[in-house]
């Protein structure tokens, strides 16, 4: 991706040149989505292995965040599909207004992950020494949940510890209460080990794309973007719109699958 | 246009790449911004009932057409040519034979009973 957009020797036209970049673009984004492919394969195979604890550690997370920030991510690939026209139908200085619009929304996404990953500290759900997935449904309610959200909890949680007991017993583990416990935790741990993998992989790649769009929004505010040349929002914004794409699969995946047991 | 000519062929070219790239209208990606949202909507709703097996499956149809959305007119992919959307179609084939293989392998080797016979109550599917 040269800055110009004058063309280099080994293209023919312009228009062929654009499309040689969009290309490699989309090759590099089909191997992003076969890394966060092998992800998606650890989560479903673990999830298919221990879908009650999954079910039970998914509806720790925020809701309420987890929708927000969806829409916001939603929003912000809109932005980025309106920076591309005006580049592409040159109105000049259109083009780092809805990058900058872009940056902002992508910048709110990030501070809500912050305080969700915030949250998760404070609940003891980050995998680790602390962890401990029966913190927050502790009688006087630590984690100060609504009484709605604190007795769902509890009720899951127990019935998750009853359903991990049960196959102790079954499989004649031996001391079967505790095992149920550290099986229920064991198993929970995993799921958070999972959603800090992907959500911050996710995070990871906002930040980047953050970092690539304030260049981008420096260009723009020189003008550097029109009609003939747009090569760099066009190319930038498929790889937020990626991005974007990420979110779409792991808000319901993490958030949603078990939200009916409440 | 005319501001760019050190040569000529610059010029030529640089008309040629106008008249071929197709430029989405906003009201088309406002239609896909609302369709999304609504899809996002739908999606949170739908998972606070409770549809046994499916809930999965609706999830999942629900994120895939919205990812259809977001490649086909947030990222151009209507309007490529053929070759860029061969490059994509391929990348999601390779990815479906990594998974269905992967999971093929994983869903029928185990010796023992699996694991998720641990269930809760409420997941039971009625008979």
């Known amino acids: 991706m040269h800055r110009t957009g004058e063309l280099y020797g080994q293209f023919q036209t312009l228009e062929q040149q654009k499309e040689s970049a969009t290309l490699g673009m989309w090759v590099f984004l089909i191997t ?94 980050v995998p680790g020494y602390h962890f401990d997935a029966t913190y927050c ?102 790889y937020w719109h990626f991005v974007d794409i990420v979110w779409i699969f792991l808000f319901p995946l993490l958030y949603l699958i078990n939200r009916h047991l409440a | 246009m005319a501001a760019a000519g050190e040569d000529g062929r610059y010029m030529v070219k640089t008309c040629m790449a106008e008249h071929t790239e197709h430029i989405v209208s906003p009201k088309v990606y406002a239609s896909v911004l609302a369709a999304l949202l609504i899809g996002t909507v739908v999606t949170v709703q739908a998972a606070k009932i409770n549809l046994y097996q499916w809930n999965i499956v609706l ?8 990812m259809t959305l977001v490649i086909l007119f947030f990222m151009h992919g209507k309007y490529s040519p053929g070759r860029t959307k061969l490059i994509i179609a391929s990348g999601f084939f390779w990815l479906a034979i990594m998974l269905s293989l992967t999971l093929a392998d994983y869903t029928t080797r185990h010796p023992e009973p699996s694991r998720s016979q641990v269930v809760f109550p409420s997941l039971t599917i009625p008979s």
């Open chain 2, 59 to 66: 999830a999942l149809t629900i994120a895939v057409t919205k």
């Open chain 1, 32 to 125: 992003e989505i076969l890394f966060f492919g092998g992800l998606f394969m650890t989560y479903t195979i673990n999830r298919h292995e221990f879908p009650t604890a999954f079910g039970v550690a998914g509806n720790m997370l925020s809701l309420n965040l987890g929708f927000a920030n969806t829409i916001v991510l939603i929003v912000s690939s809109f932005t980025m599909a309106m920076s591309v026209w005006s580049a592409q139908t040159s109105r000049k200085s259109m083009v780092p207004i809805w990058l900058l619009l872009t940056l902002v929304l992508g910048s709110v996404f990030l501070c809500i992950k912050v305080v969700e990953y915030k949250q998760k500290f404070d609940h003891h759900t």
């Open chain 1, 137 to 238: 449904s502790g009688s006087n309610n630590p984690c100060a949940l609504s009484q709605k959200e604190f007795d769902d909890e509890r009720k899951e949680v127990q019935e998750a510890i009853a359903a991990e007991t049960e196959y102790a017993e079954q499989q004649n583990f031996g001391n079967a209460a505790a095992t149920g416990v550290s099986a229920f935790n064991a198993h929970a741990q995993l799921y958070f080990s999972l959603y800090f993998g992907m959500t911050g992989l996710h995070a990871l790649h906002m930040i980047v794309g953050a970092g690539l769009l304030v260049w981008l929004i420096f260009q723009g505010f020189k003008g550097r973007f029109d009609a003939n040349y747009n090569t760099p929002v066009e190319n930038i914004g498929l």
